[in-house]
Structures are given as C-alpha cells and as structure tokens.
C-alpha cells in the first residue's frame, strides 16, 4: 500500500511510525491531519469471548507491558 501511496495511486492510513522517512523524505504528505487520533500507541480489537486462544492472549499479555 505504501508504494501504492508513494507513486500517486491514492491515500494511507497507517501509523507515523511507519511513513516516517517518506513523509520527511517529502514522497507522501499528511492530509486530514485534524481527523487523525492524537493518542500514541497501538490499539487491539478481538471478539470478547470467555476463552481467547492462549496465543492472542499472550501477545495482549505482552502489549499491555509495553
């Protein structure tokens, strides 16, 4: 998606972490900077179940720590 973005074919959604030498490097440029959430960190969505497979609870586990 990212080289989709640098040559032209449309906008991205994704964290400043990760198009930060582009947008510095002037290949892409913030739009709707207003409309962008100002909190930092990452955010995780699963399906509130009794049972969440040991896997995904140990990357919870570890997210949370972080």
């Known amino acids: ?5 640098v040559k ?9 972490m990760a198009l930060r030498e ?3 490097s002037g290949k892409l440029k913030l739009v709707l900077e207003e409309f962008s ?3 930092d960190g990452f ?3 699963f ?9 995904l609870r140990a990357l919870i586990d570890y997210l949370k720590v972080r």
């Open 22 to 24: 582009e947008v510095k």
């Open 43 to 45: 955010h995780i969505y």
């Open 47 to 55: 399906p509130n179940r009794h049972q969440v497979l040991p896997k």
């Open 37 to 39: 959430p100002v909190e």
């Open 8 to 16: 032209g074919h449309g906008l991205i959604y994704h964290t400043d």
């Open 1 to 5: 998606m990212t080289d989709a973005s």
